[in-house]
């Protein structure tokens, strides 16, 4: 819990209700045993300058009493409209911030006896909470054994003065090396203070969050914000926000959140919030976190909430089957496989997300998701297959359901909310392309249902989707549909079309067959249509093909000239390009292509008036690309205990989106 602002003049009338009736709420629906109640500052409302702290401790315990919780297990930091302001802390502030090196973390004891002095009304409520203080003269932070773990508890006030205290904020980390360096028998550390790391000078909030790393401490809790949320600090840890307790305007977030430590370290947390339309207390599904993070407790005999001893995989007919690293060590991302029956299906989750040759900062905080539509692709049924495209070798045996696409997206999306590998994935935007096995244009119905399931999962579990890109070799019957369903504002979430073009006339024909079917003329004007309702230009794929063997006779390169001749066919209003390095995949050869001619290539695009961009297909292992997808001769490693984990989750999070779905179709 934290923010209580405990107002004993002016209290507003939501902020009257969700006090009153909290104790109630906690009585009656919550269910768990709580071990202890931890509260990050600002107990009172600075304004009213109430120095007596014995209302607010009244309903403190009042609150613990409700939860069978005892004095002894109330945990407290201080925040900072828990101390008391002047000129003079000022002064000894600004001289602390022109002096101060985070590097050294050291201020010294007179003028840290001079900060610590002001925090009158925190020591009296302290006070009245613990017969024993905890904390001492030359440490503003501190450390206490909760049983199963250790909680270092951080004073991120200590230098707070004014409003504009952001980026400002000093903590001292050999003071928080003091309060570590007092316990070494192996439990885990959370942590906790008032303010996010983001609060503190820049500088220093490297310094202090390097150390909790290096140290294993991966949980801190905070509040100040008047908001809930979950972000990263450092490279591994996860800091959640729980909102306040005042409901003066929309804008803030009334809440408190409840969490759970496994014995195998990994965090749950469940979040409770002030509806304040209904005008009660209720669970906020949206912000339910499953493994949010996993403390190290392998070498701890700790008694906490057991987990099973085998997790066991949940028995659903389209099924996580294993996983292949692309890169050293998963650097460029992860191929996961899916079975149905006896037959492999693949998508990919990409930590490189883009090679960018543009540089746009959006983009490299996005992460791209490759997801299949089917098991094979359907144009092998017509001997239509791309030649480049290691999916078109296999035979075609059936298109995916939409849960079952919609299944691939909630797997991975949740997996790198809660990454642990590769940390900084975990706050990115999720962008989502049907582009792996399967030709989506003969599919789009399917794929419109699984994009409103995923939808309904993203914004449950808190994710911030860029777009949908459904990526089709000019397949136009769908485009209409599509067209209408966006005019209709079916979707929450922009969807483009990518269009992988890769070459015109008579080569077309042998690199894409299914040109001499649906020819890209036609697919061109159906996209300048749908240009003409969502004013996002479309992307044209064009694979950069150095001497890839077409046939016994001939082979093809994008040169200088071919890209040219089909620019020359294009809107520069319309379409941008997107020039792919090519995989090592499919039946053609294909020679390694040299920078400095891919550079030449976009430098045309650029010449003729078109955005543009060089990437490789997400990655530079073999049969990572887009498109190019193929199940035959990479070792499959059997998914872990993580996996596992993740895709019960995937598959619990699909069902309630299906049962959402289900009824929303009904009311309509």
Known sequence: MSDIHFQNKKVTFNTKQLRDSLPEYLKNEIKEKINGMFLTGDYRFAQENEMNATKVVEYILQCAEVLGLTKNEIYTAPGNHDLSRGEVRKLIIDGVYNNYSSSDGIISSEVLGQLQK????????????????????????????????????????????????????????????????????????????????????????????????????????????HEHWFSSFGEKGKQVNVGCFVQDNSDVYAGFAIGELFSDGHVN????????????????????????????????????????????????????????????????????????????????AFNKRLKISSGNEDDIKTSAYTISTSIGCQLAVTNEQCLFCGTGMRPFYANLKAEEIALQCIFMAEY????????????????????????????????????????????????????????????????????????????????????????????????????????????????????????????????????????????YTLSEEKLEQILNE???????IDLCTVNKCGRGKQQKLSNKIASNLLKIVKYKGFEGKIFSSFGDSDKSGCGMLDSTDESIEEPGSATIMHFNRAVKLLGDAKAYRQKTLLDE
């Open 118 to 225: 002001d925090f009158i009304f925190y020591k009296e409520m302290n006070k009245q909470l613990s017969d024993e203080s905890i904390w001492t003269e030359d440490n503003p932070h501190t450390i206490v054994d909760v049983g199963p773990f250790y909680l270092l508890i951080l004073n991120t006030a200590l230098t707070a003065c004014s409003n504009a205290d952001n980026k400002r904020l000093m903590i001292g980390s050999v003071f928080i090396d003091a309060c570590v360096s007092r316990v070494n028998d192996g439990k885990p550390i959370i942590a906790m203070g008032h303010h996010g790391f983001d609060w503190l000078r820049d500088e220093e909030n490297h310094v202090c969050t390097k150390f909790l790393d290096n140290h294993n401490i991966s949980l801190y809790l905070c509040g100040h914000s």
């Open 269 to 348: 947390i469940t979040t409770h919030k002030w509806d304040v339309k209904q005008q009660k207390w209720v669970i906020d599904l949206a912000n339910v976190r499953e493994n949010l993070v996993t403390l190290p407790v392998e070498n701890v005999s700790i008694e906490i909430k057991p987990d099973k001893e085998v997790i066991k995989k949940d028995n659903y007919p389209f099924s996580i089957e294993g996983y292949h690293l692309l890169g050293a060590l998963g650097e460029d991302g992860i191929k996961y496989y899916w079975k149905r029956t006896n037959e492999l299906v693949e998508s990919l």
């Open 570 to 576: 294009l809107d520069s209003d319309v379409f941008r």
């Open 416 to 555: 790198d909310s809660n990454c642990t590998s590769y940390p900084q994935v975990r706050d990115n935007k999720r962008e989502f392309a049907f582009m792996g096995q399967g030709e989506p244009g003969m599919n789009y119905t399917v794929i419109r249902e699984a994009i409103l399931l995923n939808d309904y999962v993203m914004e449950r579990i808190g994710q911030n989707v860029s777009r949908y890109i459904i990526c089709t070799s000019g397949v136009t019957d769908f485009i209409p549909t599509l067209a209408e369903d966006i005019k209709r504002g079916v979707f929450v979430h922009p969807v483009t079309v990518h269009f992988s073009l890769n070459a015109i006339g008579s080569e077309r024909n042998k690199l894409m067959p299914m040109n001499k079917t649906h020819d890209y003329h036609e697919f061109l004007e159906q996209c300048k249509m749908l240009y003409q309702i969502t004013k996002r230009k479309i992307s044209i794929g064009l694979l950069m093909f150095s001497h890839y063997r077409l046939d016994k006779e001939s082979e």
